[in-house]
C-alpha cells in the first residue's frame, strides 16, 4: 500500500517546539517533492513549507518562516518538519503530501499522496 503517514504531533505551550515526521511506505520519496500543510478550523488548507527532492531547495510561508524548517532523509523515506517558538495560530491539524511533477505547488490537487493528519495544539 502506498502511503504517507505522519507522527509526532501533540500539545505544547506556546513557545514549544515539536517535529513532525512523515514516512513513506510502498515508494520511495526520493524524487518527490515534500510539502507540509495545514488546517485549522474553519480555514482552507494551506501549504506552510516544501522541500524539492534532493534537499536542496526550501520554501516556507511567511507566518512561519523563521520558526519551522523542513527537511528530509531519503535513506530513511522520510521527511521532518521542526517547528520552534510555536503560537496558539499554529494550532492546526498538519499533513504531509508528495508530488512528482508540480514541484512547490500551492495546490492540493497537485499532490499525489497525502498523510492521514496529525493534530498540533499550541496552548498553555
Known amino acids: 500500500q502506498l502511503q504517507l503517514v505522519e507522527s509526532g504531533g501533540g500539545l505544547v505551550q506556546p513557545g514549544g517546539s515539536l517535529r513532525l515526521s512523515c514516512a513513506a511506505s510502498?515508494?520511495?520519496?526520493?524524487?518527490?517533492?515534500i510539502a507540509w500543510f495545514r488546517q485549522a478550523p474553519g480555514k482552507e488548507r494551506e501549504r506552510i513549507s516544501c522541500?524539492?527532492?534532493?534537499?536542496?531547495?526550501?520554501n516556507y510561508a511567511d507566518s512561519v518562516k523563521g520558526r519551522f524548517t523542513i527537511s528530509r532523509d531519503n535513506a530513511k523515506n522520510t521527511a521532518y518538519l521542526q517547528m520552534n517558538n510555536l503560537k496558539p495560530d499554529d494550532t492546526a491539524v498538519y499533513y504531509c503530501?508528495?508530488?512528482?511533477?508540480?514541484?512547490?505547488?500551492?495546490?492540493?490537487?497537485?499532490?499525489?499522496?497525502w498523510g492521514q493528519g496529525t493534530q498540533v495544539t499550541v496552548s498553555s
Open positions: 522541500i524539492s527532492g534532493t534537499g536542496g531547495s526550501t
Open positions: 503530501a508528495a508530488n512528482l511533477y508540480y514541484g512547490c505547488s500551492d495546490y492540493v490537487r497537485s499532490y499525489q499522496y
Open positions: 510502498g515508494f520511495t520519496l526520493d524524487y518527490y517533492t
